[in-house]
C-alpha cells in the first residue's frame, strides 16, 4: 500500500513536520492493524519550507517523500503523453525526499 496524504493552502499545519509525522504515523498504525504493509509515504502540499524538507530527511520509519501540487500535475500531464506506459509507473516516486516532476517526466518519457 502506499499512503498518500494531501494537504491543501487553507491548512497551516503541513509546514510543521511533527504534526504531519504524528498524523502519518498514526495512519500506518492503522494500516498495520489491518495487516497491511505500506511501503512508501507521500505528502502533497502546494509548497514545503527547507526545513521540512531537511526534516523529512531525517525521518526513517515513514519511508516519506514529499511531492508539491504543482509537481504532481505535471507529472501527469507528462503521463497522458506517454506512449509507452499503460500503467503509471509507481516505482519512479520511490526514491526521492523531494519528487521532482522532471526526473519523473523524462523517464516516462524514454
Known amino acids: 500500500m502506499i499512503l498518500i496524504e494531501c494537504k491543501t493552502v ?5 509546514n510543521k513536520f511533527s504534526s504531519v509525522s504524528r498524523q502519518m504515523k498514526s495512519y500506518t498504525g492503522l494500516a498495520k492493524a489491518k495487516d497491511c504493509k505500506i511501503i512508501k509515504s507521500l ?3 502546494p509548497d514545503f519550507s527547507d ?8 525521518e526513517y520509519d515513514l ?4 511531492i508539491k501540487a ?3 500535475i505535471k507529472i501527469l500531464e507528462g503521463f497522458k503523453k506517454s506512449k ?3 500503467l503509471f509507473p509507481y516505482k519512479l ?3 526521492d525526499v ?3 516532476e522532471d526526473r519523473i517526466i523524462k523517464a516516462i518519457g524514454k
Not at 10 to 14: L, T
Request: charged fraction near 25%; proline fraction near 0%.
Open 10 to 14: 487553507k491548512e497551516s499545519g503541513y
Open 84 to 86: 509507452k506506459h499503460k
Open 43 to 45: 505528502l502533497i502540499a
Open 93 to 95: 516516486l520511490m526514491r
Open 51 to 58: 526545513d521540512f524538507i531537511n526534516d523529512t530527511e531525517l
Open 63 to 66: 519511508n516519506l517523500s514529499l
Open 98 to 100: 523531494l519528487i521532482q
Open 70 to 72: 504543482s509537481s504532481l
